[in-house]
């Protein structure tokens, strides 16, 4: 892995904010891509530490050696903020679908609602292949953080489900005091392309691990004013690095390699299915958090996780033309959910869900073993006289209680190696009514009296629930939301068992379930199970994400 350059071959010097703030993509002198990721945010201080010492760019004045091991300090000295404007997305347009938005923004103005169009994303040929990650975005303005009542009643009438970005109208500004003097910016990078490390870094804002920890970072560390007038770090590295830093925090690094493998190359899907669409108004492409992808780094790198990422080195998904957005969970629970289901935005045939199993689809399988195959087939008939088989479609709540009854063997993700302890593949939680009136207290339902999955998709995580109560009837739509009201669900694939008492009343449910996480896309345990199986990586990736095949793009 190699730094990037340093100078005006990669971002001009009198326009490095405004180069970082357009979301451009980046690349090498080699034609290959450097992302910028942001890694502090509405900071004051800086520190950085080069053990082999450091070249500092202060603005537009020269380089500067700092000698090895002598701190580099940055700090704010006066700043400006962004003009930023809130909009709430209404609609998402993918692909083709794009060709639609003026037509669709009419169809928003018809119901009252003078709608605009976002173009996100971009289009970029590369080696003779086109990545096209582009959507159109159809918003409507927002005063403050929400929507005024009559166009929040207009969406809630036609089902819409809202999200929020950000455009910038005017960039931020800050002044920075590094080695005696002031500037709009500072560059770095450690002499003879070295790691650097950088004090103090802020990570796991809004989760249970948040906290501060020094991170040794490659590539050029770009110090620049964030949206708020404070102090941004964002480094500039190349995408073999950051799929690096990326996969051993996202997969085991002792899973076989051809999991590892498949994770590399999902991992830069994600990556590159996210360049231009999230982020709009910070000077970075992706964060390195989980809101991304958790980036930590050389400090997080393992040598079998750089070893999948040089082998798969450029690679990428696609069906047909289209860059598959490669998402993935932990565990899918032995099917996988369509993305639709999961997330507001039209079906995308690579991210349909599908049973999780060996035996699904025998033209699937030329790459088994024949020990493999004949154990596969064993499972199968085991599976066929002990349990009703395992449903390709689990829209009903027998079709997932035939899942739970499934035995482990099965589904690729029961059969992983790194899957046979603690509560991920199969769980049960149960809820008193008490649990249950504070976790849907302000749907104004009163105290529950019944809970109900009112939809499923095709892999049976839930559309909506039900909630009844004795005051009224409420719905939360989607599965995230119902996992983060239910003390962080493992999965929103489960089935409810009611106790009640003599007279009837509810006193608590018992939720029965499968996976960890979303569900959608990859099963990361399935791809250890598939690679413990004798599949590639290749034959991983075309079964999560159906139909893809794997091109080298750079």
Same mark, same amino acid.
């Given at each position: 892995?190699? !730094?990037?350059?340093?100078?005006?071959?990669?971002?001009?010097? $009198?326009?490095? =904010?405004? %180069?970082?703030?357009?979301?451009?993509?980046?690349?090498?002198?080699?034609?290959?891509?450097?992302? #910028?990721?942001?890694?502090?945010?509405?900071?004051?201080?800086?520190?950085?530490?080069?053990?082999?010492?450091?070249?500092?760019?202060?603005?537009?004045?020269? #380089?500067?050696?700092?000698?090895?091991?002598?701190?580099?300090?940055?700090?704010?000295?006066?700043?400006?903020?962004?003009?930023?404007?809130?909009?709430?997305?209404?609609?998402?347009?993918?692909?083709?679908?794009?060709?639609?938005? &003026?037509?669709?923004?009419?169809?928003?103005?018809?119901?009252?609602?003078?709608?605009?169009?976002?173009?996100?994303?971009?289009?970029?040929?590369?080696?003779?292949?086109?990545?096209?990650?582009?959507?159109?975005?159809?918003?409507?303005?927002? =005063?403050?953080?929400?929507? %005024?009542?009559?166009?929040?009643?207009?969406?809630?009438?036609?089902?819409?489900?809202?999200?929020?970005?950000? +455009?910038?109208?005017? *960039?931020?500004?800050?002044?920075?005091?590094?080695?005696?003097?002031?500037? /709009?910016?500072?560059?770095?990078?450690?002499?003879?392309?070295?790691?650097?490390?950088?004090?103090?870094?802020?990570?796991?804002?809004?989760?249970?691990?948040?906290?501060?920890?020094?991170?040794?970072? &490659?590539?050029?560390?770009?110090? =620049?004013?964030?949206?708020?007038?404070?102090?941004?770090?964002?480094?500039?590295? %190349?995408?073999?690095?950051?799929?690096?830093?990326?996969?051993?925090?996202?997969?085991?690094?002792?899973?076989?390699?051809?999991?590892?493998?498949?994770?590399?190359?999902?991992?830069?899907?994600? *990556?590159?299915?996210?360049?231009?669409?999230?982020?709009?108004?910070?000077?970075?492409?992706?964060?390195?958090?989980?809101?991304?992808?958790?980036?930590?780094?050389?400090?997080?790198?393992?040598?079998?996780?750089?070893?999948?990422?040089?082998?798969?080195?450029?690679?990428?998904?696609?069906?047909?033309?289209?860059?598959?957005?490669?998402?993935?969970?932990?565990?899918?629970?032995?099917?996988?959910?369509?993305? %639709?289901?999961?997330?507001?935005?039209?079906?995308?045939?690579? *991210?349909?869900?599908?049973?999780?199993?060996?035996? !699904?689809?025998?033209?699937?399988?030329?790459?088994?073993?024949?020990?493999?195959?004949?154990? +596969?087939? /064993? $499972?199968? +008939?085991?599976?066929? &006289?002990?349990? #009703?088989?395992? #449903?390709?479609?689990?829209?009903?709540?027998?079709? =997932?209680?035939? *899942?739970?009854?499934?035995?482990?063997?099965?589904?690729?993700?029961?059969?992983?190696?790194?899957?046979?302890?603690?509560?991920?593949?199969?769980?049960?939680?149960?809820?008193?009514?008490?649990?249950?009136?504070?976790?849907?207290?302000?749907?104004?339902?009163?105290?529950?009296?019944?809970?109900?999955?009112?939809?499923?998709?095709?892999?049976?995580?839930?559309?909506?629930?039900?909630?009844?109560?004795?005051?009224?009837?409420?719905?939360?739509?989607?599965?995230?939301?119902?996992?983060?009201?239910?003390?962080?669900?493992?999965?929103?694939?489960?089935?409810?068992?009611?106790?009640?008492?003599?007279?009837? +009343?509810?006193?608590?449910?018992?939720?029965?379930?499968?996976?960890?996480?979303?569900?959608?896309?990859?099963?990361?345990?399935?791809?250890?199970?598939?690679?413990?199986?004798?599949?590639?990586?290749?034959?991983?990736?075309?079964?999560?994400?159906?139909?893809?095949?794997?091109?080298?793009?750079?």
């Amino acid at each position: 892995m190699t !730094a990037p350059l340093l100078l005006a071959a990669l971002l001009a010097q $009198a326009g490095l =904010v405004e %180069d970082l703030y357009s979301h451009r993509l980046l690349f090498d002198e080699r034609g290959r891509p450097l992302v #910028p990721i942001g890694m502090m945010q509405n900071a004051a201080r800086v520190v950085v530490v080069g053990e082999h010492g450091l070249l500092v760019t202060a603005g537009e004045a020269p #380089p500067v050696e700092v000698t090895p091991g002598v701190p580099l300090v940055v700090e704010r000295v006066s700043g400006t903020a962004a003009v930023v404007r809130p909009l709430w997305v209404i609609e998402t347009l993918e692909a083709e679908a794009r060709q639609q938005k &003026r037509a669709a923004a009419d169809v928003w103005a018809g119901r009252g609602l003078a709608a605009q169009i976002l173009d996100v994303g971009g289009v970029y040929g590369v080696k003779g292949t086109v990545v096209d990650n582009r959507a159109a975005l159809v918003v409507l303005p927002s =005063v403050g953080d929400r929507l %005024d009542d009559k166009t929040a009643r207009a969406l809630a009438a036609v089902g819409a489900r809202e999200s929020t970005v950000e +455009a910038l109208d005017a *960039l931020p500004s800050v002044q920075l005091r590094v080695l005696g003097a002031t500037a /709009a910016f500072v560059r770095v990078v450690g002499k003879d392309g070295r790691p650097v490390l950088v004090k103090e870094v802020e990570h796991g804002v809004g989760y249970a691990d948040h906290g501060f920890a020094d991170r040794l970072l &490659r590539g050029e560390l770009l110090v =620049v004013p964030d949206k708020g007038g404070r102090v941004a770090v964002v480094n500039l590295v %190349d995408e073999d690095a950051v799929v690096a830093g990326v996969l051993p925090s996202e997969m085991f690094a002792s899973a076989p390699l051809e999991a590892l493998k498949a994770q590399a190359v999902t991992a830069r899907g994600e *990556l590159f299915a996210k360049i231009g669409r999230r982020h709009l108004a910070d000077p970075f492409q992706v964060c390195s958090e989980q809101h991304c992808q958790v980036y930590k780094g050389v400090s997080a790198e393992h040598p079998r996780a750089t070893q999948a990422a040089d082998e798969t080195r450029g690679e990428l998904a696609f069906v047909g033309e289209r860059l598959v957005e490669s998402v993935y969970s932990a565990c899918c629970g032995g099917h996988t959910e369509a993305a %639709d289901v999961v997330w507001d935005r039209p079906p995308q045939s690579a *991210l349909a869900g599908r049973a999780d199993v060996p035996f !699904a689809d025998p033209a699937s399988r030329p790459w088994l073993a024949p020990d493999v195959e004949a154990s +596969a087939l /064993a $499972a199968r +008939a085991r599976h066929d &006289r002990k349990a #009703p088989p395992v #449903p390709i479609d689990l829209r009903t709540d027998a079709a =997932v209680e035939a *899942l739970l009854a499934a035995p482990k063997d099965a589904t690729w993700c029961g059969r992983s190696s790194f899957n046979q302890k603690g509560d991920v593949y199969r769980w049960t939680r149960r809820f008193t009514r008490v649990e249950l009136d504070a976790a849907f207290a302000d749907l104004g339902v009163g105290e529950v009296r019944r809970l109900a999955v009112e939809e499923r998709g095709p892999g049976g995580r839930l559309r909506a629930l039900v909630i009844e109560g004795n005051k009224g009837r409420g719905r939360v739509l989607r599965e995230l939301p119902v996992r983060k009201r239910l003390a962080n669900l493992r999965s929103g694939l489960f089935v409810i068992d009611e106790e009640r008492d003599a007279a009837g +009343a509810l006193l608590a449910v018992t939720l029965r379930g499968a996976g960890f996480g979303h569900g959608s896309g990859m099963c990361q345990q399935g791809a250890i199970g598939m690679a413990e199986g004798g599949a590639d990586y290749r034959a991983i990736l075309r079964h999560y994400y159906v139909g893809a095949a794997v091109k080298r793009v750079f």
